[in-house]
């Protein structure tokens, strides 16, 4: 539907991004951001699957407008999205593009019957600050976005163990 990576793929080109980075001793980081669409099953039961597909489309469009050309986009399912950050010198960088994407976001979304805000909640974590392995990462990446839900959605959190 989005065009985006799937799950799969993402899981391969996070993997080769790691493996790359300790093969030449990069002193770089890695982000991993796990967001997921605040209240979207709400938007879908009430206005319909069209539109929500219309909101899933708008969403990856606007994920491409807040990333870098080297960052990976994937659709894990539903109203979840991964993206893949490499080459960051420090937290903070992964931290701006979160905020970039909420941001983005916020803004209304038109539909066939009307405008709606959709909000999302961002978890963040770091290779190899706060995972060496893959599945881990996106993992804590994962958890971090439910504590930013249940600290209030619309947010983003870094993964703090």
């Known amino acids: 539907l989005t065009g985006l990576y799937n799950r799969t793929a993402m899981l391969e080109r996070l993997q080769k991004s790691m493996q790359q980075n300790r ?44 990333t870098r050309e080297q960052d990976t986009i994937a659709r894990m399912g539903g109203d979840e999205f991964v993206l893949l950050l490499p080459n960051l010198t420090e937290a903070a960088q992964a931290e701006a593009i979160a905020q970039k994407i909420i941001q983005a976001l916020n803004q209304p979304f038109i539909l066939a019957s009307g405008s709606i805000v959709i909000r999302a909640s961002v978890g963040i974590a770091l290779f190899p600050d706060h995972a060496t392995d893959a599945n881990e ?15 209030g959605k619309n947010i983003a959190v870094m993964w703090k163990a």
């Open 137 to 151: 990462l996106i993992e804590r990446a994962d958890r971090a976005m439910y504590n930013a839900k249940t600290g």
């Open 23 to 66: 093969h030449h001793e990069m002193n770089e980081k890695i982000a991993v951001l796990y967001l997921d669409l605040d209240e979207f099953k709400f938007t879908n039961d009430t206005l319909g699957h069209a539109a929500g597909d219309k909101v899933l489309l708008e969403t990856a469009t606007r994920l491409k407008y807040c």
